[in-house]
């Protein structure tokens, strides 16, 4: 069960991540949670700094995508300025948005990645999927009501495992 809840790779934020050696796993398609991963709640908008990354992703021949449990039109304007398909109110770590996001862009399992700041959604619905999940540490401590409780759930699991240890990062 916890190998349900370990991320395959471990890295301090999106700006961490070594997307080349992503390229040399044949990673082809990203998938970026929203809040705590590209931003923190409290921002309504994409920092310069983020539509440079999606830019050069992009430009460096990754597909993009945001699949954030947040609502429509929060998710929507994020995506806008990434110039980004996206999924909202995607249930993670459900298998469904997961399944619709493959089905409908026609993707490979073994060339997606999950790159989200959460272990209860991000990593577990990746994990339970298939797809290349990789954990961020989370971008400020301000979360919504329902990821309080997925942190304090978060918090026990590190407790009483040793899945991975904070700021402790691999890849
Ligand atoms: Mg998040």
């Given at each position: 069960?916890?190998?349900?809840?370990?991320?395959?790779?471990?890295?301090?934020?999106?700006?961490?991540?070594?997307?080349?050696?992503?390229?040399?796993?044949?990673?082809?398609?990203?998938?970026?949670?929203?809040?705590?991963?590209i931003?923190?709640?409290?921002?309504?908008?994409?920092?310069?700094?983020?539509?440079?990354?999606?830019?050069?992703?992009?430009?460096?021949?990754?597909?993009?995508?945001?699949?954030?449990?947040?609502?429509?039109?929060?998710?929507?304007?994020?995506?806008?300025?990434?110039?980004?398909?996206?999924?909202?109110?995607?249930?993670?770590?459900?298998?469904?948005?997961?399944?619709?996001?493959?089905?409908?862009?026609?993707?490979?399992?073994?060339?997606?990645?999950?790159?989200?700041?959460?272990?209860?959604?991000?990593?577990k619905?990746?994990?339970?999927?298939?797809?290349?999940?990789?954990?961020?540490?989370?971008?400020?401590?301000?979360?919504?009501?329902?990821t309080?409780?997925?942190?304090?759930r978060?918090?026990n699991?590190?407790?009483?495992?040793?899945?991975?240890?904070?700021?402790?990062?691999?890849?």
């Amino acid at each position: 069960m916890i190998n349900l809840y370990k991320p395959q790779m471990y890295y301090k934020d999106i700006y961490h991540i070594n997307y080349n050696l992503l390229k040399k796993k044949k990673i082809k398609y990203l998938i970026f949670d929203l809040d705590n991963t590209i931003a923190d709640c409290k921002t309504n908008k994409p920092s310069k700094e983020m539509i440079t990354l999606f830019k050069k992703l992009q430009k460096d021949g990754f597909t993009t995508y945001i699949m954030s449990n947040a609502f429509k039109k929060r998710v929507n304007t994020f995506a806008n300025y990434l110039n980004t398909k996206y999924y909202y109110l995607s249930l993670k770590p459900l298998k469904i948005t997961f399944k619709r996001l493959i089905n409908e862009n026609n993707l490979k399992i073994q060339e997606i990645a999950m790159i989200g700041d959460e272990i209860y959604t991000d990593i577990k619905g990746a994990n339970k999927i298939g797809i290349l999940s990789i954990l961020v540490d989370r971008l400020t401590k301000h979360d919504y009501f329902l990821t309080k409780i997925s942190r304090i759930r978060e918090n026990n699991l590190f407790k009483k495992t040793n899945i991975i240890k904070r700021g402790e990062y691999y890849e």
